[in-house]
């Protein structure tokens, strides 16, 4: 059962662009939402996480919006570089003991020079 | 200062053999985490394991099992490996139990059952 839907499945964006990422969630018990970036080779790293009870959260050139009553997040990457190109997953979990993250299936950025 | 380690970077098995893979925390970080991830995935989580305790247990048959040393380094076991069983198995470590803190993750090991 897939809890997170994650889109577009790949992206291409010019340097300077906006990327726009999107996820939703059906598990309203989620209550931390994380994205991650990796590249080839490595292991996911994470880039920026929000909390329900705020509505957006911005760490340098990106940005995550969230939306609790669509059950809707998503990472904006501004000013996109080609250093930029890699995976990007959206995850969530829930709070207890065992904090395990449920990812999204992944977006490949592709920022063209 | 190192990160998650794991070992070894890459392996090939056949099917129906057992394979053993390594994970080291971050010094001072005491839970570790496992997780598959698919080719063309995100990952899925598999173990979760804090103070040498399991914690949390994802949609993985028995023939996954993990335990977790004093030490906080970490052994994940799949016994009678099939075809689907290929993919890069992901260590991540958090200082205490994962409710509040970051998750970082290891590079991976790479597994191709033939």
């Known amino acids: 059962q897939q809890q997170v839907k994650q889109s577009p499945q790949s992206l291409i964006v010019q340097k300077g662009g906006i990327s726009i990422i999107n996820c939703a969630y059906e598990?309203?018990?989620?209550?931390?939402f994380p994205w991650y970036q990796q590249f080839p080779g490595k292991g996911p790293a994470l880039l920026i996480a929000?909390?329900?009870?705020?509505s957006e959260k911005k760490e340098g050139r990106f940005t995550i919006s969230f939306n609790k009553s669509a059950k809707q997040f998503s990472l904006h990457i501004m000013d996109s570089q080609p250093g930029d190109s890699a995976t990007y997953f959206c995850?969530?979990?829930?709070?207890?003991?065992?904090?395990?993250?449920?990812f999204g299936s992944g977006t490949q950025l592709t920022v063209l020079p | 200062d190192a990160g998650v380690t794991q070992s070894p970077t890459h392996l090939i098995k056949t099917r129906g053999q057992q394979v053993t893979l390594r994970c080291s925390p971050i010094?001072?970080?005491?839970?570790v985490s496992w997780y598959q991830q698919v080719l063309g995935q995100g990952p899925q989580f598999i173990f979760q394991?804090?103070?040498?305790?399991?914690?949390g247990r994802g949609n993985f048959p028995d023939r996954f099992s993990a335990r977790q040393f004093p030490n906080y380094s970490s052994e994940l076991n799949v016994n009678a490996l099939l075809l689907g069983d290929s993919a890069l198995y992901l260590c991540?470590?958090?200082?205490?139990?994962?409710?509040?803190?970051?998750?970082?993750f290891g590079p991976g090991t790479r597994l191709t059952v033939l």
């Open positions: 991540a470590s958090s200082l205490r139990l994962p409710s509040t803190d970051t998750q970082y």
């Open positions: 598990n309203t018990a989620f209550d931390y």
């Open positions: 929000i909390r329900p009870d705020v």
């Open positions: 995850a969530a979990s829930e709070g207890g003991s065992a904090r395990q993250l449920t």
């Open positions: 010094s001072g970080h005491k839970s």
């Open positions: 394991y804090y103070e040498k305790e399991e914690r």
